[in-house]
């Protein structure tokens, strides 16, 4: 579609000779008193989606007054609500006027629905968004995106539908937004009765001017109360309080506090995130750079074998009590039982996948027991059935080893030592490794003279890099399908108790170089395959995520924006940058954020080398720990967290984990602290219990078992 025909459509469209103008724009828009249709210069985008969005703005230039802009003067934040059911009523108008325009509303709409122009690519469950962003969903992208309601909301949904004038909208925009707003009030009370809120922390939002407190002296400031133009202000008793400009506001209530937090909460995001990308289409002022890994050779090799860590750990063991090695037996034997189970379903389900891929075919020879029934079937010859020999399987596993995992790094490390286990009981080749930012790869040994003349050189390069061009990212070998018997078994008491290990030189825990890591194994697994004859590989994390952000070649942070000089003006150039894989010729969106590097990096290796790749996040089962696991594996989320933290609480009563899912893994379990050690140990019974303590210890253990066997058999669902 070109400008002129655009622009002439626009025009028959509105039914009046309305100006169309081309200009450099953010968004299309449509001046209602002077009667101005400006169109962007939009870029990549169909004749479908340019016509549904020209539509949409006659739309506004036929049935959009200036009454629609009135109550916003009272409350701004209705905004969004308005847009949405303004867009909702404007067009259904227009397809009821044209209906051959209704095709061209659905398809441009849908188009931009799979390129996540509302943005809840990353919503797990339509559920966690705001009513009326379900709203929107349901009618731009229709019934199929999977929004549902309940039967109080269906009543909006049905009023939107329904409504036929300004005021109309108005008022039921009033109406979902006082909705939501209760809505919301009352999860952020139910939320505030388990993690109160602090007032403390409410005294220390409250913003203070002190240079200006200096200046004023109290003997000449009068202690009055004045408004912005200079009038007293006097409270109901007829007294004046001091109010000084520029001092301390009075303490917000908790009330007060839970209200702005739930109004921040409703807000439209889909329409504001809709409004963004279309900017993003529109405006010329937004520069793209495209980054790629540098998949080099280190300047030094980050790999801490496991013979070294054993020998630089032999401190660890005077800290190793008696009842430590008592512990550490138990921890055996139980863990026994989970890998017995673990290696039964990896096999059984191996043996499935070979079932499937069997091939029969007929040979030659007659089968002599088929002969009698030669007047009722003609398949009277032998078969024989082939079946295909199973892949070899590969496993890596990444450990988080920084100070954010302290909480939970004993049981992580268990969770680790038993799929290490499987691994060396199933004979599959893996290599466990914890990244780290503490261990000094250098050691005193190498020319500083040479050494900055190599990291000159990596500078010198174009590429993302990390921590990995100054030596302060290692990976220590924890475990390998090399070892033998005892230094697995020796491994595995150094750590047992994680602590320990921060009494030896390197071992403490530090940054999060997660990125780091995933960046060596891009050019680390196709070598690992290859080495071993991996035909299935699987790629396993182990962390909190939030990793630290990669640097650009010139040892700088992505940057999100810069200042240029457009139609003489001095202007923010908005800067959106991609990964960029050379092999595959796919693109990764990211900014400076640890989060959507860690994303895209992982759908780099899986859409490369088409590995299984699983997460497991260990946290606490605590709101805040679960709102940090959605916000540092989630970037962009646009959901709401509450109920999202809700639904996986209530998954940890279920199931007793829970999943979540496009981080860039085919899945992120999340496991709660106290649900992670898989026991399947016997029942004992003592003559001195009653029937009901017995019932209770067996409901107990079948539950635990139960929980054992979900998360397990998710797992070697992924992986076998």
Not at 149 to 171: L, P
Not at 197 to 211: A, G, Q
Not at 239 to 264: C, L, Y
Not at 271 to 279: A, M, P, S, Y
Request: aromatic content about 10%; some cysteine; glycine content about 6%.
């Amino acid at each position: 579609m070109t400008n002129t025909s655009s622009e002439l459509g626009a025009k028959l469209l509105a039914n009046e000779d309305i100006s169309v103008i081309r200009a450099r724009v953010s968004t299309a828009s449509f001046d209602i008193k002077n009667r101005v249709l400006t169109l962007p210069q939009w870029k990549d985008l169909t004749v479908t989606v340019e016509g549904m969005l020209i539509g949409h703005e006659v739309g506004h230039a036929l049935y959009t007054t200036d009454d629609y802009l009135e109550p916003l003067k009272d409350n701004y934040k209705l905004k969004g609500y308005l847009n949405i059911l303004e867009d909702v009523r404007i067009e259904k108008l227009m397809k009821r006027k044209y209906p051959g325009i209704r095709k061209t509303m659905n398809v441009g709409y849908k188009e931009l629905n799979d390129k996540d122009f509302f943005g809840v690519k990353k919503v797990q469950d339509f559920n966690t968004l705001n009513l009326i962003d379900r709203i929107n969903l349901y009618f731009k992208a229709g019934f199929q995106c999977g929004v549902k309601f309940d039967s109080e909301e269906k009543q909006f949904v049905v009023r939107a539908e329904r409504t036929e004038t300004i005021e109309e909208v108005v008022a039921l925009g009033q109406e979902i937004y006082d909705y939501s707003l209760e809505k919301a009030i009352e999860r952020k009370k139910r939320s505030h009765e388990t993690n109160p809120i602090d007032l403390e922390d409410l005294e220390d939002d409250v913003e203070t001017d002190d240079e200006d407190e200096d200046n004023f002296d109290d003997d000449t400031f009068d202690s009055s109360e004045y408004d912005e133009e200079g009038e007293l202000i006097e409270d109901d008793d007829g007294d004046i309080r001091q109010w000084q400009a520029g001092r301390s506001q009075p303490s917000k209530t908790v009330d007060e506090k839970i209200e702005e937090e739930a109004e921040a909460e409703i807000e439209a995001k889909t329409d504001r995130v809709f409004e963004e990308k279309l900017k993003e289409l529109a405006d010329e002022g937004t520069e793209y750079r495209y980054w790629k890994l540098d998949e080099r050779d280190p300047i030094v090799n980050p790999v801490v074998g496991y013979k070294t860590i054993l020998e630089e750990t032999v401190g660890v063991e005077e800290y190793i009590t008696a009842s430590n090695r008592k512990d550490i037996d138990k921890f055996k034997v139980d863990s026994n039982r989970v890998v017995n189970y673990l290696i039964k379903e990896f096999e059984m389900r191996k043996s499935a996948s070979m079932y499937k891929r069997a091939q029969t075919s007929k040979i030659g020879s007659l089968d002599m027991k088929k002969i009698w029934g030669y007047q009722l079937n003609d398949d009277l010859f032998k078969r024989v059935t082939v079946v295909q020999k199973g892949k070899n399987h590969g496993m890596i596993f990444l450990l988080d080893w920084s100070g954010s995992m302290d909480g939970v790094i004993d049981d992580t490390v268990k969770q680790v030592i038993n799929l290490a286990m499987f691994c060396q009981r199933a004979q599959i080749p893996y290599q466990v490794f914890a990244f780290t930012t503490q261990y000094n790869l250098f050691k005193g040994e190498y020319d500083h003279g040479k050494l900055a003349a190599k990291k000159q050189e990596f500078y010198s390069s174009e590429g993302l890099l990390g921590n990995a061009v100054n030596g302060d990212f290692a990976l220590l070998e924890f475990f390998s399908h090399k070892m033998s018997n005892v230094e697995f078994n020796l491994m595995v008491r150094r750590l047992f108790t994680a602590r320990y290990l921060n009494y030896c030189d390197g071992y403490s825990m530090g940054g999060t170089p997660l990125n780091e890591a995933l960046s060596y194994m891009v050019d680390y697994l196709p070598k690992f395959m290859r080495s071993h004859g991996v035909e299935k590989m699987s790629l396993i994390t182990l962390t909190d995520g939030e990793g630290g952000s990669l640097v650009t070649s010139s040892g700088r942070y992505l940057d999100n924006d810069r200042f240029d000089v457009l139609d003489g003006q001095y202007k923010k150039i908005k800067i959106k940058n991609f990964l960029k894989d050379p092999k595959t010729k796919k693109d990764y969106l990211i900014d400076r954020s640890g989060t959507t590097q860690t994303e895209a990096i992982l759908r780099l290796i899986k859409d490369r080398y088409d590995v299984n790749s699983v997460g497991f996040f260990v946290c606490r089962n605590g709101r805040r720990e679960l709102s940090a696991a959605v916000h540092n594996n989630l970037a962009g989320f646009t959901g709401n967290t509450d109920i999202m933290v809700e639904d996986m609480r209530k998954e940890f009563r279920e199931n007793g984990f829970a999943s979540i899912k496009n981080t860039g893994r085919d899945d992120l379990f999340v496991v709660p602290q106290n649900k992670l050690t898989f026991e399947d140990a016997d029942i004992v019974v003592e003559e001195k219990q009653s029937a009901r303590q017995i019932a209770r210890m067996f409901t107990k253990q079948m539950s635990g078992q139960r929980t054992s066997r979900v998360l397990l058999n998710q797992f070697i669902g992924y992986v076998a």
